[in-house]
């Protein structure tokens, strides 16, 4: 069998810097949480910091465990297969299955993130990267019964299209920028040899897998080994979260989103400051769209958050070791988000 199929240790050898990061904001976090299981009295904003703790990690906890397991089940797949897959970078189709890939996976932002990285190390193109990351975070089925529940099939298709437009233009975007030499090209990336086929191989690797407990424990073990680099930047993102929810109502931000330049851009500035995950801006966005009948705004808040998003950002700088190409996602598709929203709310609103 293939190296990346044996099970590897769990353990590393190699010493570890303490990361003040990962570990003051998971302490801060598992702080405010476990004040709110235990009831303890606090003032005000302190209560509400324990509530937001308790809340947001209630709704993310699916999301990153899933997103750590398939980190940890991408780390024995051949990299043969993940191409195959995904097709060849720099091409169309490439863009396109990258795309369809992120709007099935069922994960929230958070959890896609960690696979995201997975695939760039795995040799995807930066495009395809891309187009995954965008088209993923609230693109899933669970999040989609929701969103039609709140706002109407039609609005929810409608989104979903418009979202995924987005995605591909993007993902075509940074693989031409890196072909050019603008952007810098993923040094893990590879083609499948031209012998592989990927029917022949999926059979012979089905016909010799057995589940284990060795490798179900070295699956999960690797996930979070190689997951820490964006964890850190999700804890982060929940204490700001908190913070924020704190001090600042969801609805005083849904009263000012009105289908006007301004809404917009409080919107934007909502989006960016708001680090929560997909299930929490998606009852917020279908607000901005019911009460603030807004439709671009609600758009925005939705698709913003993954452009502007520090959690995203700062992921992105630490799986491919480029700020270039972080500061380059929202150069690239906020111009896109924000005319598309302008649109959708002189038409709509």
């Excluded at 209560?47 to 993310?60: E, G, I, K, Q």
């Excluded at 993007?170 to 040094?187: E, K």
């Excluded at 029917?199 to 089905?206: I, N, S």
Aim: hydrophobic fraction near 50%; charge should be positive; charged fraction near 15%.
């Amino acid at each position: 069998m293939n190296d990346s199929c044996h099970v590897q240790p769990c353990h590393n050898t190699k010493k570890r810097r303490f990361d003040w990061l990962l570990w003051g904001s998971g302490g801060l976090v598992a702080a405010g949480y476990l004040l709110h299981v235990f009831a303890v009295s606090l003032p005000g904003p302190l209560t509400l910091y324990a509530d937001s703790s308790y809340h947001l990690m209630n709704r993310m906890w699916w999301g990153l465990a899933l997103g750590i397991l398939f980190v940890g089940l991408l780390s024995h797949v051949p990299r043969e297969f993940v191409l195959s897959l995904l097709g060849r970078g720099g091409t169309i189709s490439g863009i396109l299955r990258a795309t369809l890939a992120g709007t099935l996976l069922d994960l929230c932002s958070h959890g896609i993130l960690l696979v995201g990285m997975k695939l760039y190390e795995r040799g995807a193109s930066i495009g395809q990267v891309m187009a995954f990351l965008i088209a993923s975070p609230w693109n899933s089925l669970s999040l989609t019964i929701i969103l039609i529940s709140l706002t109407g099939w039609q609005w929810t298709l409608l989104l979903i299209a418009i979202s995924a437009g987005i995605a591909i233009i993007s993902g075509l975007a940074f693989d031409m920028l890196a072909a050019r030499g603008i952007l810098p090209a993923n040094p893990h990336r590879m083609e499948a040899g031209g012998d592989f086929s990927l029917r022949r191989e999926l059979g012979h690797a089905l016909r010799h897998f057995r589940i284990s407990p060795s490798f179900l424990f070295s699956a999960l073990c690797g996930g979070m080994k190689e997951s820490r680099m964006i964890l850190r930047w999700i804890l982060l993102g929940v204490v700001l979260a908190s913070l924020l929810r704190a001090f600042v109502s969801p609805e005083d931000f849904a009263a000012a989103f009105g289908p006007t330049l301004g809404g917009l851009g409080l919107t934007l500035l909502a989006a960016t400051m708001m680090e929560i995950c997909s299930e929490g801006s998606t009852p917020i966005a279908a607000d901005i769209l019911n009460r603030a009948h807004a439709p671009g705004n609600a758009f925005a808040f939705l698709m913003a958050g993954v452009s502007t998003d520090y959690t995203e950002i700062m992921a992105l700088r630490e799986g491919t070791r480029s700020w270039k190409i972080a500061l380059f996602l929202p150069l690239i598709t906020l111009p896109q988000i924000v005319f598309v929203a302008w649109l959708m709310n002189r038409l709509g609103g």
